[in-house]
Nanobody, 117 residues
C-alpha cells in the first residue's frame, strides 16, 4: 500500500502565494516521477508540473515562471511553490506518483486551492 498525503491548500487573494506538499508513505520503491495535477470545476484534470528521478522538471505553459516543483528524496516528498496566483489557478490539486519500472499511478486525495478576492 502507498499513501499520498497532501497539504497546503486554501484560500488566497490574487497575486498571493501558497506552497503545497505531498508526502508518500507505505511500500515505497524507487520513484520515477512525482507530479502535481489540477482539476477545475467542469474541466478535465491537467498536468501542472512534474519532476523525474533525474530532477528534470516540466511545467504547463500556464504556470511557467510562477510555479516551482521540487522534491526531497529522503522524505519522499514533493512540493509545489505557487506564486503570483490567479483566479484561473483555482482547482483541486492532486499529487501523483509513479515508481520506477512500474506503470501503476498513485494519486492523493486532492487539496482545494481557491484564488479569490
Amino acid at each position: 500500500q502507498v499513501q499520498l498525503a497532501e497539504s497546503g491548500g486554501g484560500l488566497v487573494q490574487p497575486g498571493g502565494s501558497l506552497k503545497l506538499s505531498c508526502a508518500a508513505s507505505g511500500s515505497i520503491r524507487p520513484i520515477y516521477v512525482m507530479a502535481w495535477y489540477r482539476q477545475a470545476p467542469g474541466k478535465q484534470r491537467e498536468s501542472v508540473a512534474t519532476v523525474t528521478v533525474g530532477n528534470n522538471t516540466n511545467y504547463a505553459d500556464s504556470v511557467k515562471g510562477r510555479f516551482t516543483i521540487s522534491r526531497d528524496n529522503a522524505k519522499n516528498t514533493v512540493y509545489l511553490q505557487m506564486n503570483s496566483l490567479k483566479p484561473e489557478d483555482t482547482a483541486v490539486y492532486y499529487c501523483h506518483l509513479r515508481f520506477l519500472l512500474e506503470r501503476r499511478d498513485y494519486w492523493g486525495q486532492g487539496t482545494q486551492v481557491t484564488v479569490s478576492s
